[in-house]
């Protein structure tokens, strides 16, 4: 070994100087950092070596300070030097000279400045744990409680903090260690062993320390007291949850479920609300002179407590009282528009702390929320029951029985904020014991869609009044709709007002005598025909356009039914919903499937509710609408049919075979007035249309006479003068019987007149 090189000194730069300021020694680090070897430096003047060549060993004479070095390609380097005198063997004077790079010392001294800086301020808490999660320093004790350590050094934080509160930051800490993934930001909530009471929240920054070698040596905590940002954040947490969940119904109930499904656990472990009975009916709340409601408790959340009340009705009581607050119990009024609707109430655990003033204020701004929605919901209760009321008084009644057919409808409105629809269904008697059976569906929902359904359905009552086929029907109505959209106002549309274009509507009618069904569609699904056998098939109806679009034909479709047979009309919400994904030929062999499963021999009504019901498990996207017509044909013995020539000598056959037919059914008590409508209805059809002329008697509910004849001219009736002649005839049929009238057919027109079996009692 070089006997001029020293040994290192901790991996330090080191020289050995004599007392004449020559180089002895040279460490080999030394030669790493100013690129010279011992060779090249010993026996020189240390002075060589300062970068401006001009002084000599006395510019090292001070124990430290800085001074600027030649290296050996010539650069200058500043460092830091310390200079340590050194006894030789003989009483000689020797150094020994350190050096370190300035810009490193500066380093290491504005390290040690921040460390030690760090560790005197109180501002933001700072822990330095050990690889087994014990602490070696801290600043500032953690938390504002007692019953901490005199000296943390040393424990672990499940000596003095809750076990979950200690396993929770022990969790994040270990991470740390193990991932080396610094952690931002993470909130903790801290108590103690000896103050179990509120959290306080801290919130936690940690990351890993190394040596230089890469040597684990802990983990390092920042943390600071967050605790009223934390309350600010779930307040505002908690209002924001709170105004979206009670603005998402319109239900009375369900503002109040949502209400105190926020509450819990948002502030308490348990809530009440209580609502005035008049706003579940959409009326307002109208306290008495003692200023008590007769209320109900409509919704909870948590666990009841020995003096909670059960849902329900609970007597009268006040709601307009303020809003107050107990240690653990809070409530407020919910009062809108003037009026109160109801209160809440919420409480909490002992262990989770008494409330403060900042609760009862956001307890009394979500209140004040809730109640305009429940309002609302009142208000739409009240707007829903008078929407539905109106339908239900423009549609017929659900079940009816008239001579041809036995029905039974099911009308269930859609589940939606916009209320009940426009759909309807109609049962209309016509003459000849002949039934109309309709079904629509008005674009649109609400309380206009309702009105609109009523203009329609009023307008084909007064078409079907005129005995029209129903494709001949269905054009005139087509015709109706179109002036009605001419004659909307623009104010009616910018109100919402149900535009009758794009309603459907399908049209029947059934005799019972023939067995003849007649159908139109304005594009409207086609009715369904369950056979007696059960087999179902849908009738070939071609439907037409909607209505409102104008100046395209409609045609019927027409086919002979069996008695006990079944039609089933209904609106495009039966077959859109339930498991078709709005599919509408799914839809129908989904529905042509649960009607030939139906029994639709028995309780009709009940039949088809169960058809509904499976078709619409899961859930309704539009009204449903289903109408059942159990057909009933007249049998052949209850009917009677004669065909005479244009010949006046023919009217007395006619009144004689009648007499024997009705005298046959046991109606003799009608002989004499029928001969007399007889009489004057076959005189007028030869005399004014010809022949030949076909006189058909009906037995049914009623008893109707009808006589047709080629002649299309419609019959007026007027009253005659004392001079005339004539002019008598169709004033005394109406005198005569309960309702008459005529319609067009195919080979001309018939007059008809129908008389009650049972003629009234005569009066004086």
């Known amino acids: 070994m070089d006997s001029r090189r020293l ?39 240390a002075a060589d070596l300062l970068a401006d060549g001009t002084g000599d060993a006395r510019a090292l004479g001070r124990r430290t300070g800085e001074v600027r070095l030649r290296t050996g390609d010539g650069t200058a380097l500043e460092v830091a030097y310390q ?58 004790h953690l938390l504002p409680y007692t019953g901490l350590p005199a000296h943390l050094a040393g424990h672990r934080l499940g000596d003095f903090l809750q076990p979950e509160d200690a396993a929770a930051a022990e969790a994040v800490l270990r991470g740390v260690l193990a991932s080396g993934e610094p952690v931002v930001r993470a909130e903790l909530p801290i108590r103690t062993l000896d103050d179990p009471g509120p959290a306080v929240v801290m919130e936690v920054q940690a990351f890993r320390l190394q040596a230089p070698d890469g040597t684990l040596i802990g983990v390092t905590a920042l943390f600071g007291d967050v605790t009223e940002l934390h309350r600010y954040r779930r307040r505002a947490d908690v209002l924001h949850r709170a105004t979206a969940a009670v603005g998402g119904s319109l239900s009375v109930v369900g503002t109040a479920e949502d209400l105190a499904g926020v509450l819990v656990p ?37 666990p009841p407590g ?4 059960p849902l329900g009705p609970l007597g009268d009581e006040r709601l307009d009282g303020p809003a107050v607050a107990g240690p653990l119990s809070m409530s407020a009024p919910l009062h809108a528009r003037g009026g109160p609707l109801g209160r809440v109430t919420v409480r909490r655990r002992a262990q989770e702390g008494p409330y403060e003033a900042e609760d009862l204020e956001l307890l009394r701004e979500i209140a004040a929320r809730a109640a305009l929605a429940l309002d609302n919901a009142r208000r739409y209760t009240r707007e829903h029951r008078a929407a539905v009321g109106l339908q239900r ?31 309807w269904f109609d049962v209309i008697p016509l003459s000849g014991a002949r039934v109309a059976l309709v079904a629509g569906d008005v674009v649109g929902h609400g309380l206009q869609a309702s009105a609109t359904m009523g203009r329609l359905r009023t307008a084909v009552r007064t078409l079907a009044d005129l005995d029209l086929e129903p494709d001949e029907l269905l054009v005139h109505l087509d015709d109706l709709v179109s002036q009605l959209v001419v004659e909307g106002s623009e104010e009616e549309r910018e109100r919402g007002v149900a535009d009758p274009s794009g309603a459907t509507c399908v049209y029947a009618v059934y005799d019972p005598v023939s067995g003849i069904c007649q159908a139109a569609s304005a594009g409207h699904p086609p009715p369904a025909l369950v056979h007696p056998d059960g087999r179902v098939e849908y009738l070939a109806v071609n439907p037409g356009p909607p209505l409102g679009v104008g100046g395209l034909p409609f045609e019927a479709a027409e086919c002979v039914l069996r008695a006990g047979s079944v039609l089933a ?12 994904g709005g599919d509408l030929d799914e839809g129908m062999a989904q529905l042509a499937a649960r009607l030939g499963e139906a029994d639709l021999g028995g309780d009709l009504a009940a039949a088809g509710r169960a058809i509904v019901a499976e078709m619409s498990t899961a859930g309704l996207s539009d009204d449903v609408t289903l109408l059942l017509a159990r057909l009933s044909p007249v049998p052949a013995a209850d009917t009677a049919v004669w065909t005479i020539d244009a010949d006046p000598s023919a009217v007395a056959g006619v009144r004689e075979a009648a007499t024997r037919t009705l005298e046959e059914w046991g109606l003799e008590a009608l002989v004499f007035t029928t001969e007399l409508v007889l009489s004057e209805l076959v005189t007028n059809a030869i005399r004014y249309a010809g022949g030949p002329v076909v006189v058909r008697l009906i037995r049914s509910s009623v008893l109707t006479c009808e006589v047709s004849d080629p002649s299309a001219t419609q019959p007026r009736m007027r009253r005659a003068r004392l001079t005339d002649e004539g002019g008598r005839g169709l004033y005394l049929v109406a005198q005569l019987t309960e309702r008459w009238g005529s319609r067009y057919t195919r080979g001309g027109k018939t007059i008809w007149a129908e008389q009650p079996l049972e003629p009234p009692p005569l009066s004086w």
Request: glycine share 12%; net charge negative.
């Open 569 to 580: 009309l209904y609106t495009d919400g039966l077959i859109e919903g339930g498991g078709s």
């Open 393 to 423: 008084s423009l549609l017929p009644p659900a079940e009816t029985v008239v001579p041809a057919a036995t029905t039974a409808s099911v009308y269930r409105p859609t589940d939606t904020a916009t209320g009940v629809g426009g759909d």
């Open 7 to 45: 040994p290192n000194i901790d991996g330090v730069a080191a020289a050995l100087v004599d007392g004449d300021g020559r180089v002895v020694g040279w460490t080999s680090a030394a030669e790493q950092l100013l690129g010279l070897s011992a060779a090249q430096v010993t026996g020189r003047p």
């Open 306 to 309: 020995p003096d909670a009340r």
């Open 83 to 140: 200079v340590l005198p050194l006894a030789g063997e003989h009483g000689e004077v020797r150094a020994l000279v350190l050096a370190t790079p300035a810009d490193t010392v500066a380093r290491r001294r504005q390290d040690e400045a921040f460390t030690r800086e760090l560790f005197l301020q109180d501002r933001l808490g700072l822990a330095f744990f050990d690889t087994d999660l014990r602490l070696l320093r801290t600043n500032t």
């Open 266 to 302: 948002g502030l308490g472990g348990r809530a009440e609300v209580d609502i005035a009975e008049a706003v579940f009916t959409g009326d307002d709340p109208v306290p008495g002179a003692d200023g008590r409601l007769a209320v109900r408790r409509t919704a909870t959340a948590g």
